[in-house]
């Protein structure tokens, strides 16, 4: 079977940058690139012309950052995005853009893979989404909707099928906790620990199943035993061989590990 090609578009003002990242890409069978870009409007003009799967985008260029190409993009195809910069000053930023991932220049070789590992997650996830979205049409048009999984019908009536809100019963008492106002969760043995609005909830739940409950767009799994709130992140400390900590609102400050590197690379 042919191997599905990651359609990419590389985007940075050196060219020397382009040429090299080009190269060592070339090493990845499954990475085609179909443009190269030396700015942001070029860059813009080529994803919507040619709506790739991946966008290498460096942040600061003349005239339009890579964060001026993203808003130029919302509203129309947005590929899955891996920053590139020389500098760390961007990182909470990048961090919020949800990309996939964040590479610091000089590009590490191993964080390269790891960031083209973490693009094929993504789409193999995506894949599947759209999947069950096309068997779920085809089988309500030929009248055979009583054949559908019930998840997935579920699903697809209702796309923001995270939950809203946990029950956590204490005592026989339910306390019911909207998720927004979750700083942080963390794992104790077989319980989690629910950090919110100044109090700690105890829950019976793996962090695996938590993971499956919350919105990945705004939490995120930080390390083996800890789920962070994006919205919640206030600052970011670079610590010591590719780990770091994250600074809540509240003072909470958790500890990202080289295993979870995928999601912090971006900024650190």
Same mark, same amino acid.
């Given at each position: 079977?042919?191997?599905?090609?990651?359609?990419?578009?590389?985007?940075?003002?050196?060219?020397?940058?382009?040429?090299?990242?080009?190269?060592?890409?070339?090493?990845?069978?499954?990475?085609?690139?179909v443009?190269?870009?030396?700015?942001?409007?070029? &860059?813009? *003009?080529?994803?919507? =012309?040619? #709506?790739? %799967?991946? /966008?290498?985008?460096? $942040?600061?260029?003349?005239? @339009?950052?890579?964060?001026?190409?993203?808003?130029?993009?919302m509203?129309?195809?947005?590929?899955?995005?891996?920053?590139?910069?020389?500098?760390?000053?961007? &990182?909470? *930023?990048?961090?919020? =853009?949800? #990309?996939? %991932?964040y /590479?610091?220049?000089? $590009?590490?070789?191993?964080? @390269?893979?790891?960031?083209?590992?973490n693009?094929?997650?993504?789409?193999?996830?995506q894949?599947?989404?759209?999947?069950?979205?096309?068997?779920?049409k085809?089988?309500?048009?030929?009248?055979?909707a009583?054949?559908? %999984?019930?998840?997935?019908?579920?699903?697809e009536?209702?796309?923001?099928?995270?939950?809203?809100?946990?029950?956590?019963?204490?005592?026989?008492?339910?306390?019911?906790l909207?998720?927004?106002?979750?700083?942080?969760?963390?794992?104790a043995?077989?319980?989690?620990?629910?950090?919110? %609005?100044g109090?700690?909830?105890?829950?019976?739940?793996?962090?695996?199943?938590?993971?499956?409950?919350?919105?990945?767009?705004?939490?995120?799994?930080?390390?083996?035993?800890?789920?962070?709130?994006?919205?919640?992140?206030?600052?970011?400390?670079?610590?010591?061989?590719g780990?770091?900590?994250?600074?809540?609102?509240?003072?909470?400050?958790?500890?990202?590990?080289?295993?979870?590197?995928?999601?912090?690379?971006?900024?650190?």
């Amino acid at each position: 079977m042919t191997e599905q090609k990651i359609r990419t578009v590389l985007v940075d003002d050196e060219p020397l940058a382009l040429k090299g990242l080009s190269i060592r890409l070339g090493d990845f069978e499954d990475i085609e690139i179909v443009a190269t870009c030396r700015n942001g409007r070029e &860059a813009i *003009k080529v994803v919507k =012309a040619e #709506a790739p %799967d991946l /966008l290498f985008l460096d $942040i600061q260029m003349p005239g @339009l950052s890579g964060f001026d190409v993203l808003e130029g993009l919302m509203g129309g195809h947005m590929p899955l995005v891996i920053f590139s910069t020389a500098y760390d000053e961007y &990182a909470l *930023k990048a961090f919020r =853009a949800n #990309a996939v %991932d964040y /590479l610091l220049k000089p $590009i590490e070789d191993g964080h @390269l893979a790891q960031a083209l590992d973490n693009v094929r997650a993504r789409l193999k996830e995506q894949n599947a989404q759209a999947q069950n979205q096309a068997l779920v049409k085809l089988l309500k048009h030929m009248g055979r909707a009583a054949e559908i %999984d019930p998840e997935i019908l579920a699903q697809e009536a209702s796309p923001h099928r995270y939950d809203p809100r946990i029950n956590i019963k204490d005592r026989g008492q339910i306390t019911c906790l909207e998720v927004d106002h979750i700083s942080w969760i963390d794992a104790a043995g077989d319980y989690l620990c629910i950090h919110a %609005d100044g109090e700690t909830h105890i829950l019976r739940e793996t962090m695996k199943s938590m993971e499956k409950r919350l919105d990945p767009s705004k939490f995120q799994r930080v390390h083996r035993s800890a789920i962070v709130n994006l919205d919640k992140v206030k600052e970011l400390h670079p610590y010591t061989n590719g780990e770091c900590f994250l600074v809540l609102e509240g003072g909470g400050e958790i500890k990202v590990s080289r295993s979870y590197r995928h999601v912090v690379n971006r900024f650190i």
